[in-house]
């Protein structure tokens, strides 16, 4: 996956950063699931998100209204669609890295029928971290 972010603060540190997460994509998806046999499609909704970059905590707390995600899967018995929600969801991040990571943060089911798992967890790591907006795309680091 990969996800595309815009700065709308920059304060000198210690503080907190904000970025407007603009878009995420999700491409060669699997499923180590019995019955799954694909996954067709994984899109974040309801973009944009606000993300708080906090310096002095080593986080980046993502949060919107509400996060939402659709998944579309392949079953034994046919195609699936489900619908995952959280309030916020947060990433590590280390002073001095260009990398923000996050493990198993939990998404609740609003929507689909029973295939749906009750719950979805996310985890990822994004490294390096670049700014493609400059010449180059140079590296963005945390203070």
Known sequence: SSFTAT???NP???GVAEESLDAQTFSDCTSNV???LSVDGVT???LPYTVALDDTAG???VTGAPIQTTVVLSTLLGQITCQYQADSITATVAAGT?????ANQAFAKTSGPGLCFA???FSAQYSPVVDSS???SPAVFVN
Do not use: K, R, S, W
């Open 59 to 61: 986080t980046a707390t």
């Open 98 to 102: 260009t990398g923000i990571g996050f």
């Open 119 to 121: 719950n979805g967890y």
């Open 12 to 14: 000198a540190a210690p």
């Open 7 to 9: 700065v709308t603060a």
């Open 134 to 136: 400059q010449a180059d």
């Open 34 to 36: 019995f019955g799954i």
């Open 44 to 46: 974040v909704d309801n």
